[in-house]
């Protein structure tokens, strides 16, 4: 093996080199023998080969500079790139990634060290954060939203419940002069398995016994017969993450229709139940703004605000490990063909578009945000600035944020507020 062909066998090692096709492998090595591409170089191209192909965009074959200066290529290809990752997408001409709709998991119960109910994995300092509590109720998802890091767990098709967890919760020891707001939906959808191996029962039971607790269940699904079908304690909320037709069906897979997530929202909020709407990813694409828009102005006509606790916004947000998992997913996906500017450690749209998405979408809401029952805004690890500058108004500290949704919830739900 002479001199170069270890330098390219080595520069390929744990890269995406072997996901791309046979003839774009032999293209690039071609090309890097020919023009002798550095170690990073090589690397680089890979990485925008794989991107390419995740985009549906053309291939590093059809932008490949037809120049045979180094520097001159290499430049050519990250502006071509960069132009890609900073254009409005447009779904008009992609190819959705196919999901077997008859998929199926392997379900485990096990034995779980700790609990599972902790802080929300996302908060931070550097964002405006509710301080959300979290339990661990099912650990992975099977859904497959390609923007999601839970999807690790969907490939695995492990569904993991903890057979300890009724117990664990029974034992949970809470201040009992103290409001608690405790989300279900992290590790996994709250509602999609409905109440298998007992856990809405367990949860159920938990509400019920610890009046001060605000029980939160977010879900993209339509299974809500156990809702219907047993007492739900006033202390319990169930909210939907909601997001347009194109979104849904080119990036949420295997989750329930936009138009069956509003109507389980409607048939809950007709029985007495409060429910609540999350944006987040707001994703811009050609358009998005409007069709986000005949959304929330949907939720106006079809609920009224004493119906609704909270509606929440969020957007794209990555850290390299997740490009990285997403990189060697076999799917197609525009989720990542973002400008990636830097936000608070991670990166996200750059600042002006996140104003224009969260400003448009509170906007569109004002007939809910007057009166004794007024719904409560937020957004959801997003820059402390964007509030003023979207919202009109702002929190000094994580913690006045948290107080401010606590007094809401409990008010809405007609509970006491305990700080």
Request: charged share 25%; aromatic share 14%.
């Amino acid at each position: 093996m002479n001199t170069y062909e270890e330098k390219f066998t080595k520069a390929i090692e744990n890269t995406f080199f072997n996901k791309l096709s046979i003839e774009e492998q032999n293209f690039i090595k071609h090309k890097a023998f020919e023009l002798k591409f550095s170690h990073q170089d090589i690397k680089q191209i890979i990485d925008i080969s794989r991107d390419l192909n995740l985009w549906d965009e053309r291939s590093i074959i059809d932008i490949f500079p037809a120049n045979d200066h180094k520097k001159a290529v290499i430049t050519k290809i990250k502006k071509d790139y960069e132009f890609l990752k900073n254009k409005q997408n447009s779904y008009n001409n992609f190819t959705p990634h196919i999901v077997n709709s008859e998929q199926k998991f392997k379900f485990k119960v096990a034995e779980k060290q700790g609990f599972g109910l902790g802080l929300c994995p996302v908060a931070s300092e550097k964002t405006r954060c509710c301080n959300l509590l979290t339990l661990d109720a099912v650990e992975s998802c099977g859904f497959d939203c390609s923007y999601c890091s839970i999807q690790s767990f969907y490939n695995q098709n492990t569904i993991t419940f903890d057979k300890g967890f009724a117990e664990k919760l029974k034992n949970l020891k809470l201040e009992k002069n103290k409001t608690y707001h405790i989300g279900t939906g992290q590790s996994s959808d709250s509602l999609m398995f409905g109440n298998r191996e007992g856990v809405l029962d367990a949860l159920f039971d938990f509400a019920k016994n610890n009046p001060n607790v605000i029980l939160e269940f977010k879900t993209k699904s339509d299974n809500i017969k156990y809702f219907l079908d047993n007492d739900v304690p006033k202390n319990i909320i169930v909210t939907w993450s909601l997001n347009t037709k194109t979104i849904i069906d080119n990036e949420e897979h295997l989750t329930a229709s936009l138009d069956k997530r509003i109507l389980s929202a409607r048939r809950l909020a007709d029985k007495g139940i409060k429910v609540g709407f999350h944006f987040h990813p707001i994703v811009e694409y050609e358009n998005y703004l409007q069709e986000y828009k005949n959304i929330y102005e949907r939720l106006i006509n079809e609920f009224v605000p004493k119906e609704v606790v909270l509606v929440s916004f969020g957007t794209l947000t990555f850290i390299k490990p997740v490009i990285k998992q997403l990189r060697g997913r076999d799917f197609k996906t525009k989720i990542t063909q973002i400008p990636h500017i830097d936000a608070s450690g991670k990166t996200s749209y750059p600042l002006q578009t996140k104003i224009d998405m969260f400003k448009s979408a509170y906007e569109s809401f004002k007939p809910w945000q007057n009166g004794d029952d007024k719904v409560f805004f937020y957004m959801c690890m997003e820059d402390h600035e964007l509030w003023d500058k979207c919202f009109g108004y702002s929190y000094a500290t994580n913690n006045d944020f948290e107080c401010a949704m606590l007094s809401s919830y409990a008010k809405k739900l007609n509970m006491e507020f305990l700080v």
